[in-house]
């Protein structure tokens, strides 16, 4: 089994930046796909980027420039930089991962098999 682990998340003054990093243990990320997610307080889940395994095609959820995805597979790592952030940016951020041989397309709204625990990030006005 794959085992992510989150992590770069903190506190933040607003118009700062964090690189999140999902670390994969068991398995090498070049056969997957791995998303980041985040999800605030009192709201669903939203999906961000997602990059594709040796690949490296990336998807982004929405025209957001804030935010890019990138890997290091070397490290076994996805990164995802985020820049300008905003107080409405204050989530947990999650990591997932789906074996590429198991997907038809590489969006958000695939059932990853593997999640992250979770890395918080909190920003200040």
């Known amino acids: ?27 090498t990320l070049g056969a997957y796909a791995v998303c980041w997610f985040r999800q605030a307080p009192g709201k ?7 990059i594709a395994g040796s690949s490296g095609s990336t998807y982004y959820a929405d025209n957001e420039a804030r935010f890019t995805i990138y890997s290091a597979y ?6 995802l930089q985020t820049n300008s952030l905003q107080p409405d940016d204050t989530a947990v951020y999650y990591c997932a991962a789906k074996h590429l041989d198991l997907m038809d ?18 920003v200040s006005s």
């Open 44 to 50: 669903e889940r939203e999906g961000i980027a997602c």
């Open 1 to 27: 089994d794959v085992q992510l682990q989150a992590s770069g998340g903190g506190l933040v003054a607003a118009g700062g930046s964090l690189r999140l990093s999902c670390v994969a243990s068991g398995a």
């Open 105 to 122: 397309r590489i969006d958000v709204s695939q059932n990853f098999d593997y999640w992250g625990q979770g890395t918080q990030v909190t």
């Open 74 to 79: 070397a490290k076994n790592t996805v990164y």
